[in-house]
Each structure stands twice: as C-alpha cells, then as structure tokens.
C-alpha cells in the first residue's frame, strides 16, 4: 500500500513538472469582459518565436483584455542563434499586469520582453529584453516596444545587453506615458542603450532613469523628440568614456525637482537640446 502510493506521488510529480512548464509558442485568447486571465505556469519560446502570443475579441480595448503574470513565473521568448530573438508577450490591445518575469529570447539581435500597440503595462516585477549575441551591428532587444502603450513601472525595466553591438533601450515607440517608481535602464554594450527612447513621450519619474554603460560611449536616459518630462528622482546618462545625456532631442520640456545628470569623461551637457 505504502509501495503504491509511493509510486503515485511519483507520477503526480511528473505530471506537475510537465504541467507547471510550457516549451513552445503558446496563444492566449482574452475574453474581452475586463475579467482578468492569469498566467499560472513558466513558458519559453523556441527557434526565435515569441513564448506567448495575445488574441483578443474584435473592437475591444486594452481595459477590457486583461492579462497577469502570475508571481515566480518566467516568460521568455526563444532563443535564435542566427536571428533576432523571440518577444516574451506579444500582441494588441491588452493590459498586462506582471507578477514575473518577461524575458526577451537572445539572438543575433535580442528580441523584445513585450511587444505591441495600444498596451498597458503595469510591472511590479521585472522585464529585461534579450540579449544581442551577433557581435558588431547587432543589439540588445527592448524591455518594452511599442506605440500607443502606458507603463506603470513598480520595479525594473532593462534593456538587452550586447558586448559586441549596441544594449536594448528600457522603452522605446512612439505616444507612450511612463510613470516610474522604479528603474527603467538601457542594457550595456559597446554603445550603451537608452532608457526610454521615442516621439512624443510623457514620463513621470519617481525614481531612476539610466542609459545602459557604454564601452565607447554610455546611453542616453531620454531621447527622442516631443518629450514632457516631470522629474522626482534621478535622471542619468550611461557611464562610458563618452558618456550619455540625461535627456537628448528635440522639442523637451522638463519639469525638474530631482537630479539630471550627465555621467563621467562625458563632454555632452547634462541636456544637449534647447528646452
């Protein structure tokens, strides 16, 4: 008897192992009633696609399409060695509210931790982008990418390092508000990343913006053009022996009740634009 339930627990277990782990691109169905789906097991993409795939119902919004990563679950996009690498969540007209970790799949460019359009994010734990692997030319990929998306960052935010190419930026695309509690740092390379990069950017920092460290040069924290900057913490370019911009680009304005900041050997002023 004892033998037997022995035997049992065995089986239970490796039906749990199986179970509790996905390998292979995954497709999720959102059911568009603002009720949210959990994620409740780990998933990882293969051959350069993306781990988990967002389908949503026709004309509805990212309110109503409601996603969450459950805690000590890990999503990450595949891994391609000749390529770019796989997105951990893709997809349109979601909320994502993320308990894990979303990784990009690494590649000969890294691939992005979350991609898509008209997106809310609100992070408590931590996305990192992938890992470029190509060497010159190639890149980290973004923690985050897309247009029209909303983040609310509790926790971190990386882009994709690269020791040969360019690191990931934290956040990149364009019309994307970012309130940020926590950090939000562009991945090293050669050439550091950026924090958050795009057009038409609305951030409210709270805490720490970096450009990712640069073995040339370090990454700037902002950049783009159309940037509105309400500042409560650190803004800081990468480290590099030339080193970033805290804010770069054109048409910024900057509310400043914390610290902008370009970091050592940078000849760059603190914000090379006119504000």
Partial sequence: MNKNIRILQFL???????????????TIQLNGNGIPESITR????????????????????????????ESSINIKGGTSNTSIGGAGVY??????????????????NGGIAVSGNKISINNYRNVYGGNGLGGSGSSGGAGLSGDDI????????YGGDDVGGTGGSGVTGSNITVHNSGGILGGNGVNGGDGINGSNLFITNDNMISGGYGIKQGGDAISGNQITLNNNGIVQGGYGPDGGCSVYGEDIHINNHGNLSGLYNSQKDAYNTSI
């Fill in 12 to 26: 239970v277990s490796i039906l749990y192992s199986v179970q509790s782990h996905f390998s292979g691109a995954q």
């Fill in 42 to 69: 780990s998933i990882t993409g293969v051959d350069g696609n993306a781990a988990l795939n967002i389908s949503v119902p026709y004309k509805t919004s990212y309110t109503q399409n409601i996603l969450s990563v």
């Fill in 91 to 108: 997809g349109e007209n979601f909320t994502l509210n993320n308990n894990g970790s979303v990784w990009g799949g690494d590649g000969y």
């Fill in 150 to 157: 909303i983040v609310d960052n509790y926790r971190s935010i």
